[in-house]
């Protein structure tokens, strides 16, 4: 942090005695809005390239972050996510995206409740990673990811020092879609499904009030 304060733009790590989570730890701290990958990793071949890699999948959640909600609504979310998971493996992704009222339909209450106040539609998407090919081969794991891209707590309406952060509120679904996206890149074997659940909670003529039931 204080390398970083003091304006240096990029980094370069050297000699033989780096840990590879001392160097992640200082890529970590050293990194910020504006320089997310501007570290020079070192070690062997391998390790350097494992280090690049996985600080360019963090920069990528980091950065998404740090979007406007103006712009990264939860659509927007949601195309940013699967088209950046399905370049790691193209032939091994499959999604699924519901949005609108369709969310109500297939039982999907509470995502479509929370966004169904704002003009930007709520939506859900599914990403299924299947390297085996086999259409019934069992689901290792489920990742679920928070995209709420801007949370104004609708009609229990935040006073605005607790909205400040409130673009952030989508960082889950980053941090998940990150993490899939990293297995996938370390050679992931097994099937994992990835949900997104992506809204933005505003207040409105429609918007689900206190005391609805859902």
Not at 33 to 44: C, H, I, P, S
Not at 140 to 164: H, Q
Not at 166 to 175: I, L, P, T
Request: proline residues 4%.
């Amino acid at each position: 942090r204080q390398i970083e304060k003091l304006g240096v733009k990029k980094a370069r790590l050297s000699g033989d005695n780096w840990l590879e989570a001392e160097q992640w730890a200082f890529a970590q701290g050293f990194t910020c809005v504006g320089k997310l990958t501007n570290v020079e990793f070192t070690g062997d071949a391998a390790l350097i390239s494992s280090l690049t890699d996985k600080l360019a999948i963090y920069a990528w959640s980091r950065d998404l972050t740090n979007q406007t909600p103006s712009q990264l609504v939860p659509l927007k979310l949601a195309e940013l996510s699967s088209e950046y998971i399905k370049a790691q493996a193209p032939e091994h992704v499959s999604t699924e995206l519901i949005s609108g009222e369709a969310l109500e339909n297939a039982g999907w209450t509470g995502i479509y409740n929370v966004g169904k106040g704002s003009e930007n539609p709520p939506c859900l998407l599914v990403v299924d990673y299947n390297p085996t090919g086999d259409e019934r081969a069992p689901i290792a794991a489920c990742l679920v990811g928070k995209g709420i891209t801007f949370d104004s707590g609708g009609y229990s309406i935040k006073p605005s020092a607790s909205m400040f952060e409130m673009k952030c509120d989508m960082g889950g679904a980053a941090v998940v879609a990150g993490a899939m996206a990293l297995a996938i890149s370390k050679g992931l074997t097994e099937r994992v499904k990835l949900f997104l659940c992506c809204a933005e909670n505003m207040v409105s003529s429609h918007a689900y009030k206190l005391g609805d039931i859902l």
